[in-house]
């Protein structure tokens, strides 16, 4: 029987929630005879295939350009899309952006930080151009599963991938899987 093939990537995030799909930990290694892993920030493959992949995962917020494009393109290369992890979600921490606007958290952030000498606001098209509003996935691409948490447990992913794999649609409710502690 063929593996699944799934594909990852984050967008603007701080890694926590790939840190929480490595921290299943053996289980990782078992889920590893069903799964193939195409392509993901933490290995030198970092697209997906342009043939495809059954799962794609998504990590972080909307903040750029370059966020949209990689959300567009892991949309038309997989066939279910999971966001995971509260900025993708809804924009999480990366959001808070928002409550000042894009130009004055950059002008913040790059020339009036107490340590900033000569600063300069990053403009390369290399990096994206950064958006107005930060915004979750699903308000660029359609998203068919999201697990919430910031970061989810590895549980939680544990959980999520295992149903998949077993052709079950994951229930994402409060419960055993999905806590708040």
Same mark, same amino acid.
């Given at each position: 029987?063929?593996?699944?093939?799934?594909?990852?990537?984050?967008?603007?995030?701080?890694?926590?929630?790939?840190?929480?799909?490595?921290?299943?930990?053996?289980?990782?290694?078992?889920?590893?005879?069903?799964?193939?892993?195409?392509?993901?920030?933490? =290995?030198?493959?970092?697209?997906?295939? +342009?043939?495809?992949? %059954?799962?794609?995962?998504?990590? @972080?917020? *909307?903040? $750029? /350009?370059?966020?949209?494009?990689?959300?567009?393109?892991?949309?038309?290369?997989?066939?279910?899309?999971?966001?995971?992890?509260?900025?993708?979600?809804?924009?999480?921490?990366?959001?808070?952006?928002?409550?000042?606007? =894009?130009?004055?958290?950059?002008?913040? +952030?790059?020339?009036? %930080?107490?340590?900033?000498?000569? @600063?300069? *606001?990053? $403009? /390369?098209?290399?990096?994206?151009?950064?958006?107005?509003?930060?915004?979750?996935?699903?308000?660029?691409?359609?998203?068919?599963?999201?697990?919430?948490?910031?970061?989810?447990?590895?549980?939680?992913?544990?959980?999520?991938?295992?149903?998949?794999?077993?052709?079950?649609?994951?229930?994402?409710?409060?419960?055993?899987?999905?806590?708040?502690?």
């Amino acid at each position: 029987m063929a593996k699944v093939r799934v594909a990852t990537d984050w967008l603007a995030a701080c890694a926590g929630c790939h840190m929480s799909l490595l921290d299943i930990d053996e289980r990782l290694v078992a889920l590893l005879d069903k799964v193939e892993f195409t392509s993901s920030p933490v =290995t030198d493959l970092k697209h997906p295939p +342009a043939d495809g992949v %059954t799962v794609g995962i998504l990590t @972080g917020a *909307i903040s $750029n /350009s370059h966020n949209v494009e990689v959300a567009r393109q892991m949309r038309s290369r997989c066939q279910i899309l999971i966001a995971v992890g509260d900025c993708a979600t809804f924009g999480g921490i990366v959001a808070h952006r928002n409550l000042v606007g =894009t130009q004055a958290a950059l002008q913040r +952030a790059y020339l009036e %930080t107490e340590s900033t000498v000569d @600063g300069l *606001i990053p $403009n /390369s098209p290399e990096l994206g151009l950064p958006l107005e509003k930060v915004t979750g996935i699903a308000e660029v691409v359609e998203v068919d599963l999201f697990i919430p948490g910031c970061p989810p447990r590895a549980d939680d992913f544990h959980y999520v991938l295992s149903e998949l794999l077993a052709g079950r649609t994951p229930v994402i409710l409060p419960s055993e899987h999905f806590r708040y502690d």
